[in-house]
T-cell receptor
Framework: KAGVTQTPRYLIKTRGQQVTLSCSPI?????VSWYQQTPGQGLQFLFE???????NKGNFPGRFSGRQFSNSRSEMNVSTLELGDSALYLC???????????FGSGTQLSVL | QKEVEQNSGPLSVPEGAIASLNCTYS??????FFWYRQYSGKSPELIMF????GDKEDGRFTAQLNKASQYVSLLIRDSQPSDSATYLC???????????FGRGTSLIVHP
């Protein structure tokens, strides 16, 4: 069974640009969550999607958005990038009713 | 504000020793508790979960939960250099399924 797949693995952008990250969950998993990880703040919850609906949202500005498609694949978008957005962005999927998270390899975003 | 606290470490133990990692949480309504291991440059991987007070053992790992004192711990017996990683504690409150993560404890097992 394939794991959670995130693309791209690395991204370098400049301030003001926007970026889209992609996540394909484990087959059969309908919940996809996104996290931002930085050395200073640890793992911070961005949002969670289930069956194409955003079920939960963390405390991030509106520049951070996401969506989920009918095949459960999810994308995350960050607009008007700031230097502080440099981080590892992790996607995790879970089965219905299951609290265990399975993480992808992450996308390392560097904003210059 | 739900908080999960961990000592950042590093915790250094010799090979073969028992490593003890601790985590405290603020929300008394918390019901599910997880330990994730994250190797440097890799993503977190679930290694243990516990829901009830007491101990839960899985191989060399034991999770301990004390809801009255609001702490959860992870014991690693016969520590190996391959156990060197950051260990993240995650807690889910009742009525939610979104975990709050601690910042992690760095464990170094030296030969």
């Amino acid at each position: 069974k394939a794991g959670v797949t995130q693309t791209p693995r690395y991204l370098i952008k400049t301030r003001g640009q926007q970026v889209t990250l992609s996540c394909s969950p484990i087959s059969g998993h309908r919940s996809v969550s996104w996290y931002q990880q930085t050395p200073g703040q640890g793992l911070q919850f961005l949002f969670e999607y289930f069956s194409e609906t955003q079920r939960n949202k963390g405390n991030f500005p509106g520049r951070f958005s996401g969506r989920q498609f009918s095949n459960s694949r999810s994308e995350m978008n960050v607009s008007t990038l700031e230097l502080g957005d440099s981080a590892l962005y992790l996607c995790a999927s879970s089965g219905t009713g299951d609290e265990k998270l399975f993480f992808g390899s992450g996308t390392q975003l560097s904003v210059l | 504000q739900k908080e999960v606290e961990q000592n950042s470490g590093p915790l250094s133990v010799p090979e073969g020793a028992i490593a003890s990692l601790n985590c405290t949480y603020s929300d008394r309504g918390s019901q599910s508790f997880f330990w994730y291991r994250q190797y440097s440059g890799k993503s977190p991987e679930l290694i243990m979960f516990i829901y009830s007070n007491g101990d839960k053992e899985d191989g060399r790992f034991t999770a301990q939960l004390n809801k009255a004192s609001q702490y959860v711990s992870l014991l690693i017996r016969d520590s190996q250099p391959s156990d060197s990683a950051t260990y993240l504690c995650a807690v889910i409150s009742g009525g939610s399924y979104i975990p709050t993560f601690g910042r992690g404890t760095s464990l170094i097992v030296h030969p």
